[in-house]
């Protein structure tokens, strides 16, 4: 019995002693790997170091505590830990371990100097929790660089090399500070949270608010701006395409590749210590995409300028430009909407129900706003096909200082978008009590030959008040017309292969007095007067030009009897014989005409009928004898006005 017990005593010494021994060599062991990987920061230039490393065998706990490094090349940057907890720590195998958590705690990273700007900044966070991760064991591929671009491409390669099921951050602390030149502040996300990571992607992200507050230190310019955001949520988010924008050696990809299928937020606030005060209902983005071979951040990022002191030449601003806009080209965004918008001022609050973009085509909805002389409505003004790229590219080209820009650079307009659109418009008249009404404004056009649109259309539905200060309008004034009702419908188009340009329909309602239309065509018009905007070669090309038919319609309803009135009031008769002058004045000058003319009779008598009884549509077409030059046609119209009108055969027609 006393062996027995002896036996037993034995073994438990032993096996307390092996536990111990075995625990020893697995903390050895843990020592010596994480030991490894911070020498292997050390080996590259950088400064690492940690306090305290324990292994607890039982849990397969590892902690790591009072880390600090300071990376290679990058003076600017410091990162201190608190401390590091794995939890359910496993070897996967020679490269890679695995953690059923990892709580990291006491996180601050301090960038100083960084970017042109010099900007210092500070990230604070105070816990992270990450589950059933895996990873690499040691970091690969530390840059050697002080570049930007290979720290991004850094970062990117090891987020893509880990894995885990969640990761929660309760709050991130982030200090900014540009100097005097661009102000300073704070930015705080509480309640951080990410879905399934793995190979670069990840299934979901929210953050419960961000709150924000910048200080304006500019020159004449000093503000303090607070916001707040709620809810910001992103789904399924890929970060293989901005890594494979960020490498050289993939910059020959050029499918657009999805980075966002969808990001969107709750409320935002933004208030101005100088009155100005913004809210938002939430804002949504879908499908956003990148094309790596455009997207060539490491080629711009080169470009920004490195001392701000000296301002950049006009040449280099045009390449950034054309950089940035080459930028722009490699992004694609299915659809974006800002919903509900108020923006308050000192003056009143304005009110916005939606701004959408969708497929290039942009609006903005629901406008109703104070102004001056009186609050603004809009119900819609959007612009078709926008190009951003494009539009940059035109902007750039315009900026030479002390010289106007070509007429070539203006149309260049024409290839930033392809029409432009505005509806449901109540706007105060100037200082009366008046308002200008339009139901429809939309200008398209397409086709470009050259800078030049070969196909335009103009549709205008308005009713605006009678300028009183318009000696032109008096007459109207006069007749008790007090508002005019415009409906404009304008379109022409060029065909290439028979050289013919045609104006039809062009028409134009004028409220109550009358309705006009107008066709003509032109023929063996040339594509280089479309190319060129030279005036020389400009007025070459336009004396190719022939002059085809034209047709005018002028239906009355109530313009004949504002005119009869008019001349009544002026010459102080009664209108019957106001009227019955008029006729004569038209026959009288008619005849002297038509006695070179036989075909100017029918045109007299057909214009002379439409005065004597109202209601009438006057109708009359032009028709070229033979070819005619649309520059000759112009030059002898000023010189000789009856020659001219002999080139045509002329049908003239009235009715009710």
Known sequence: MKRILIGLIMAAVLGAGGWFGFNLYVQHRATSEVEAAFEQMRAGGGKASHGKITFEFATRTLTIEDIAV???????????????????????????????????????????????????????????????????????????????????????????????????????????????????????????????????????????????????????????????????????????????????????????????????????????????????????????????????????????????????????????????????????????????????????????????????????????????????????????????????????????????PSPDQMLGLFRVLEGAEIKGVVSPYKNTRQFVTIDTISLNWGQLVGSIPSKANLVVKMVTPTDTANPALRPLIMAGVDKLAIDLDLGAAWTESSGAFALAPASIELGDLAKAQARFALANVPRGLFTTTNPVQAMGQAAQVETGAIELSLRDSGVVDLVVAQFSRMQNVSRDAARSAIVQTIRAQGERIAASNADVRMAVDALAGFVETSGQTLTIKLTPRAKVSLMQLMQLSQSDPESALAQFRIEASTGL
């Open 70 to 404: 300071e990376p290679a090349h990058q003076p600017q940057a410091k990162i201190k830990i608190a401390g590091i907890k794995g939890t359910g720590v496993h070897l996967i195998d020679d490269a890679r371990f695995s953690a059923d958590s990892i709580d990291i705690t006491g996180v601050e990273i301090a960038l100083d100097d960084v970017g042109p700007g010099k900007l210092k900044v500070a990230y604070k966070v105070p816990q992270t929790t990450l589950r059933d991760y895996a990873g690499s064991l040691h970091v690969q591929n530390i840059p050697t660089s002080s570049s930007l671009i290979d720290a991004y491409r850094f970062v990117l390669v090891q987020f893509a090399s880990v894995t885990a099921t969640s990761v929660t951050v309760p709050s991130i602390n982030i200090n900014f500070d540009a100097g005097s030149s661009g102000g300073s502040g704070e930015v705080l996300y509480s309640g951080l949270a990410l879905q399934n990571l793995g190979r670069g992607k990840v299934d979901a992200m929210k953050t419960d608010r961000a709150t924000f507050t910048i200080n304006v230190t500019q020159p004449g310019n000093a503000d303090k701006l607070t916001g707040e955001i709620s809810t910001l949520i992103v789904n399924d988010f890929d970060s293989t395409p901005i890594l494979a924008a960020l490498d050289p050696q993939a910059s020959g990809d050029d499918s657009y590749r999805r980075v966002y299928r969808q990001i969107s937020s709750g409320p935002y606030v933004l208030k101005s210590a100088l009155g100005l005060r913004m809210d938002i209902d939430g804002f949504a983005m879908e499908d956003i995409d990148v094309q790596p071979s455009r997207l060539r951040l490491f080629e711009m990022f080169a470009m920004l300028p490195q001392d701000k002191s000296t301002p950049p030449t006009q040449a280099q601003t045009r390449e950034l430009m054309e950089k940035v806009a080459g930028f722009y080209d490699g992004i694609r965004v299915g659809k974006a909407e800002i919903g509900k918008t108020s923006i308050g001022t000192p003056q009143g609050t304005g009110k916005i129900n939606a701004i959408r973009y969708r497929q290039g085509d942009f609006a903005i909805e629901g406008v109703d706003a104070p102004s001056p002389q009186g609050q603004f409505k809009m119900e819609r003004f959007a612009l078709k096909s926008f190009s951003m790229p494009n539009f940059m590219r035109w902007a750039s080209g315009l900026s030479s200082p002390g010289k106007p």
